[in-house]
């Protein structure tokens, strides 16, 4: 866990037993914002800080009466730029949409998040449009991975600016998006803790969309129950912090086609040890097969579902202001614009056949276990080169698209050594397992938490 990132479980004693108060905790997120030395300028698009105050104020005068609105009350939270903000433009980390008008309300996540008494620091950057699990954003600048700033390495994307206010103590916890790893990448590679739910578990209302088929919304933060606490909030399903499998009674498969292919050594050490004291905690862990997973790139070949879906989105934009694009993003859209009605409709023949038959792998497992990403956070200087961008990107996005793909759920949690290069490690389960997959992750956390 990252020094400046403590759980919000240790927020909330904190709060209730007055040893902080909400207001202290926004100005220690906005002194680490505005330090000229370090990543605020890169990790947030805007940042509200006098509302900040003017909500922490409220809430810490709630709570001295008694009626705060909920446990995390106070708490700050960064919100990812793609999100609508009432009264505030939402440009999903463009230039495009940077003079659209503001939003009326909020987006239903939000919403809910306010509710419960989050208080918004302002708007995290993003890839734009979260089009690359890579970070980089030519507008606005890309935050640096916390990991190793004297090389300077990309913080994984989209929701690139939401992990680095994690890691840095510019919030407490992080809203973001997942369509093919944008949680979990960016988690993984700055060494926290990021969440992908079942896509209908939480609604995307009001959050400007890649791909209506896969987007999904989840928390990135410092431990499974920090993101099992937003999901809660998120979904409105009841949270159980204290449910675990025990680690004896864990079937976990260890897939072999693809999620193990160009393994940095970092990666691969780091994941081999986990395994390994999985299985001398009692885990049941056993390789399979799941050969299905060699056929996603065939099936995706046309540009899938985010190239069909974000095409039509864009079409008018990129007629009229496609200048005002990232190239390496525009020329992803740009697939669409070759997918016919009967392109996306075999799309979604193949994509249902593929789960059914996947899914039938779980029946003999709990869930399956593979590093989050293959390597550990690349430097921004190995990026430089268009071809080397769109390899590394499709490097970074395989492993966790798989389970955007299967409609599953995923988290991804650190495993790396402590003071080493952070190392993701991704469980995964089925459509609608959210609640078993916390459960099981909780067990996991535990044990390489007691190196």
């Given at each position: 866990m990252h020094l400046l990132a403590p759980s919000l479980e240790s927020l909330s004693a904190a709060l209730a037993s007055g040893r902080t108060t909400s207001r202290e905790l926004v100005e220690r997120c906005l002194a680490r914002i505005t330090d000229?030395?370090?990543?605020?300028?890169?990790?947030?698009?805007?940042?509200?800080?006098?509302?900040?105050?003017?909500?922490?104020?409220?809430?810490?005068?709630?709570?001295?009466?008694?009626?705060?609105?909920?446990?995390?009350?106070?708490?700050?939270?960064?919100?990812?730029?793609?999100?609508?903000?009432?009264?505030?433009?939402?440009?999903?980390?463009?230039?495009?949409?940077?003079?659209?008008?503001?939003?009326?309300?909020?987006?239903?996540?939000?919403?809910?998040?306010?509710?419960?008494?989050?208080?918004?620091?302002?708007?995290?950057?993003?890839?734009?449009?979260?089009?690359?699990?890579?970070?980089?954003?030519?507008?606005?600048?890309?935050?640096?991975?916390?990991?190793?700033?004297?090389?300077?390495?990309?913080?994984?994307?989209?929701s690139s600016g939401a992990a680095v206010s994690v890691a840095d103590g510019m919030a407490a916890v992080a809203l973001g998006t997942d369509t093919g790893g944008s949680c979990r990448i960016p988690a993984a590679l700055t060494g926290l803790t990021g969440f992908k739910p079942t896509a209908s578990r939480v609604p995307t209302t009001g959050a400007f969309p890649l791909s209506t088929t896969l987007d999904s919304i989840g928390g990135i933060g410092a431990t499974v129950n920090c993101c099992a606490i937003v999901d809660g909030v998120l979904s409105g399903d009841p949270v159980h912090l204290h449910e675990r499998i025990p680690l004896a009674d864990l079937r976990i498969g260890v897939p072999q086609t693809a999620v193990l292919d160009g393994l940095d050594r970092h990666v691969a050490a780091a994941f081999q040890a986990t395994l390994h004291r999985l299985a001398q905690a009692g885990a049941r862990v056993v390789e399979l097969p799941f050969a299905e997973f060699g056929e996603v790139a065939a099936i995706n070949a046309k540009g899938g579902f985010t190239a069909a879906e974000s095409y039509p989105l864009h079409r008018d934009m990129l007629a009229r202001r496609g200048d005002l694009y990232d190239p390496r993003v525009k020329t992803r859209i740009e697939k669409g614009a070759h997918m016919t009605p009967e392109d996306v409709a075999e799309l979604r023949t193949r994509r249902s056949d593929w789960i059914r038959r996947v899914s039938r792998h779980f029946e003999a497992i709990d869930l399956i276990a593979c590093p989050t990403t293959p390597v550990i956070a690349p430097a921004f200087s190995e990026l430089d080169d268009d071809d080397a961008y769109a390899r590394i990107n499709l490097l970074m996005l395989r492993n966790p698209t798989f389970i955007n793909f299967l409609d599953g759920c995923a988290i991804s949690l650190p495993c790396h050594e402590p003071g080493s290069a952070p190392v993701g490690l991704m469980l995964a389960a089925t459509h609608g397992q959210d609640r078993r997959l916390f459960a099981a992750a909780r067990a996991v956390e535990d044990l390489l938490a007691a190196r």
């Open positions: 000229p030395s370090g990543e605020g300028a890169r990790t947030y698009i805007r940042v509200d800080a006098e509302e900040a105050r003017h909500a922490a104020d409220r809430i810490d005068q709630a709570r001295a009466r008694g009626d705060a609105p909920g446990p995390y009350a106070g708490i700050p939270i960064s919100i990812k730029d793609l999100f609508d903000i009432s009264g505030e433009v939402t440009a999903a980390g463009s230039r495009v949409l940077a003079d659209a008008e503001p939003a009326r309300s909020d987006a239903v996540a939000v919403a809910r998040l306010r509710k419960a008494g989050f208080v918004i620091m302002g708007r995290s950057n993003m890839t734009e449009f979260a089009y690359s699990g890579l970070g980089l954003n030519p507008h606005y600048g890309t935050p640096s991975n916390p990991y190793d700033r004297g090389t300077g390495r990309i913080p994984g994307g989209s």
